[in-house]
Structure formats: structure tokens, C-alpha cells
């Protein structure tokens, strides 16, 4: 549409110019008329434009929420999914130690009389262990370099396997 008032316009101006040698009245006439129709196709342009405009606004407004709508679904389930997931992590939890061990090893604790693997499950595998006898010593935490370690664990051989006796921290930090 701009194309068209950009070739029609220019020549309404010459044929009013042309006109101009034929009479005074109709070069006036043509002019007017041109310069009219100009301001009718600008302002006919202008509202295409505009209507164009909002259809295109429109139509990202659609996507954008189709989109919205997507990330929220695949939200859902997402945290879905998540959630079965840890609901079933606490029930093998629960199965291999009790409620008390399962809630405590969630909350990454350890306990007096803990086994050996709900202190692995609760803190994960150490950086050192150490063996003498009857008893194991896990220690977390050493520094590069360093040979103390932060949190220690001490378990000792009872039926055939390790239960905690003493630590120095509930909480691995």
C-alpha cells in the first residue's frame, strides 16, 4: 500500500501540473483533488498499518502465552515428578532404616547406633577410613594439605557389622 501512494500521489501532482496549461480552474481542481486523495491515502495507510500492527501484537501476545502456559505446565510436571521421586527415596529410606533413620538421614544427620551405610547415605562416602580392629573411623571434610578432618565418625563392629559409637557433629559441615 505505501508503494501504491508512493507511485499514485506523484503522479496526481504531475497530471495537475500537466492540467495546469489546459485551465486555470481544472489545474486548481486537480490539485486539490490530488493533494486530498494524497492525504486519503496517507491517512488509509496509516490506519492498515496500525491494524497490522496490533495483529502482529496480537499474535506474539498468543505465543507468548502458549509458551507461559507450556513452561508452567512442564513446571508441573516437573515438581511432579520430583516429588514421586523423593516420595519413593523415603519409602526405600524407611524400609531399610525405620522412620527415625529415614527423617534423620533426609535431614543429612547422623545418630549413636546409626550402620555404616545410613552414615554413607547421610553424608555420603568419606574422605578418609580408617580401620584398627573392631572399630572404623570415617573422617570428612579434610582440608588440601591438612590432615584434621572437620567431622569424624566412629563405628564399631557389632554382629557382624559397623554401628555408630561417637561423632563430633549431628550435622556434616
Known amino acids: 500500500m505505501n508503494l501504491f501512494i508512493k507511485i ?15 485551465s486555470r480552474e481544472g489545474a486548481i481542481a486537480f490539485t ?5 486523495l494524497g492525504y486519503w491515502l496517507i491517512n488509509y495507510s496509516e490506519k492498515i498499518r496500525k491494524r497490522e500492527e496490533r495483529k502482529r501484537q496480537n499474535e506474539r501476545d498468543k505465543q507468548r502465552s502458549a509458551q507461559l502456559e507450556q513452561q508452567r505446565r512442564d513446571e508441573l510436571r ?3 515428578e520430583l516429588m514421586r521421586k523423593r516420595e519413593e527415596e523415603r519409602q526405600k529410606l524407611i524400609q531399610k532404616f525405620g522412620e527415625y533413620g ?6 543429612k544427620e547422623i545418630w549413636i547406633n546409626a550402620p555404616l551405610e545410613a552414615v554413607i547415605a547421610s553424608w555420603g562416602e568419606p574422605d578418609s577410613r580408617t580401620a584398627g580392629g573392631k572399630q572404623l573411623r570415617l573422617r570428612y571434610g579434610i582440608p588440601r594439605g591438612g590432615s584434621r578432618a572437620k567431622n569424624w565418625v566412629v563405628l564399631k ?17
Open 8 to 22: 499514485v500521489f506523484p503522479i496526481c501532482i504531475l497530471f495537475a501540473w500537466l492540467s495546469s496549461n489546459f
Open 78 to 80: 516437573w515438581k511432579d
Open 102 to 107: 529415614a527423617s534423620k538421614i533426609r535431614n
Open 32 to 36: 486539490l483533488f490530488s493533494i486530498s
Open 157 to 173: 563392629k557389632v554382629y557382624g557389622r559397623y554401628v555408630v559409637t561417637d561423632f563430633n557433629s549431628e550435622t556434616r559441615y
